[in-house]
């Protein structure tokens, strides 16, 4: 039996939602949820109307995961223990390492260069 498909669609309201595709006719996928090496309450698994195969999952994030850093949470099969996903949640200051914040000050940079380098190509026409 090949391991379910995992699709991230949202996280509203402090809660994750995601769809599971399995084959259709397969039970439900039993799935765990982990942060911090530490199970995470509260997951739902429904089947989707209308699609067989599909299940939704919802994964509330718990208040106390919420903390300055990068929080991964990891969704895994119970059956075989093999990782179907994992999202993560950025809060806090940006820390200057962060890849994230690297890439907006390069874009900051560009944008002032470009608009340099278009005054200088006016002024020298």
Known sequence: MAEPVLTETRIRAGVWEGVLRAAPGDAAPEIEVRHLDRR???????????????????VPVPVQALSDGVQ?????????????????????A???????AEIDLLRAELD??????????????
């Open 72 to 92: 991964t949470f990891v969704i895994r099969s119970t059956a075989s223990d093999a990782t179907l996903g994992h999202f993560t949640i950025v809060t806090g």
């Open 40 to 58: 995470v309450e509260g997951a739902t698994l429904a089947s989707v109307p209308d699609r067989p195969g599909h299940w939704a999952l919802r």
């Open 112 to 125: 002032m260069l470009k608009r340099a380098f278009r005054r200088h190509c006016l002024e020298t026409m």
């Open 94 to 100: 940006a820390a200057t390492d962060d890849l994230r």
